[in-house]
């Protein structure tokens, strides 16, 4: 089994204890597997979900005044990005519970900058998992993922299978389908896009002096659950507030 279970970078002691509320961010390779693992460490830690597309389908309003977006694959702007987390996290939202998981957030560098900034005005500690997966890992997966279009706040979440029928959700019964961004062609641009902002990433989580792990998706789920449980119970122990940006 495949896991790197190194620091990233070295993170300086600061004034937050271990022990505060901690905002763990998922991120990884469209097909690694992202919202099945979540999806698992929220129901054993009894943890809530952040996903940014779930929260403006709930709150549209957050987006009043700004102009629809011109991005082929969907993804706002940061003004939008900004105002969704100022909602979500120094608002009421979140305020009781100690584990926040980000589900495939952020996917830039100036989306994390932002969750930097607010995670340090809400006192919160934060930390990046990232889940890692060959091409060939992560094509095999999206081909073999569906979603049901009948039940779930998250029309992008994806389903589990009856036992009895492969092909229908093990939920309310209705036909599971393929999501549409999960189309060969809109895969590779997303495919495309996360290759391309992940170096970012990894910079901007230096410049925070965010702790940054990551963890290898080619093994078997039970294989990867296990390692990723190692890592978040690290990441809970260890996690510290977000430094400003050095110049």
């Known amino acids: 089994m495949s896991t790197n279970v190194a620091i990233d970078h070295d993170v300086p002691s600061r004034d937050s204890s271990p022990g505060g509320p901690v905002l763990v961010a998922v991120i990884g390779p469209p097909g690694a597997g992202k919202s099945t693992i979540v999806r698992g460490l929220a129901r054993a830690n009894g943890a809530p ?30 003004e939008a990005v900004r105002r969704v987390l100022i909602a979500a996290f120094l608002g009421s939202a979140y305020a009781a519970d100690p584990v926040v998981l980000l589900d495939n957030f952020p996917g830039t560098a100036g989306q994390l900058n932002l969750l930097a900034e ?95 792990r990551t963890v290898s998706a080619d093994d078997d789920l039970t294989a990867v659950r296990s390692s990723v449980n190692a890592v978040l119970s690290h990441l809970l122990t260890t996690a510290t507030q977000p430094r400003g940006r050095q110049p």
């Open 49 to 78: 979900v952040f996903r940014l597309r779930e929260t403006i389908r709930a709150r549209p309003g957050l987006l009043a005044g700004l102009a629809p977006s011109p991005d082929p694959l969907g993804w706002v702007s940061l």
């Open 118 to 212: 607010i995670a340090g005005q809400a006192g919160r500690r934060l930390a990046l998992l990232e889940l890692t997966a060959t091409a060939a890992t992560a094509v095999a997966r999206v081909a073999e993922r569906r979603v049901c279009p009948a039940c779930g706040p998250d029309p992008h979440a994806p389903a589990e299978p009856a036992t009895d029928d492969p092909e229908l959700c093990s939920s309310c019964r209705a036909a599971l389908i393929r999501r549409t961004s999960d189309v060969p062609r809109l895969h590779g641009l997303r495919m495309a896009r996360y290759l391309a902002n992940r170096p970012e990433i990894a910079e901007s989580a230096a410049d925070h002096a965010i702790e940054h």
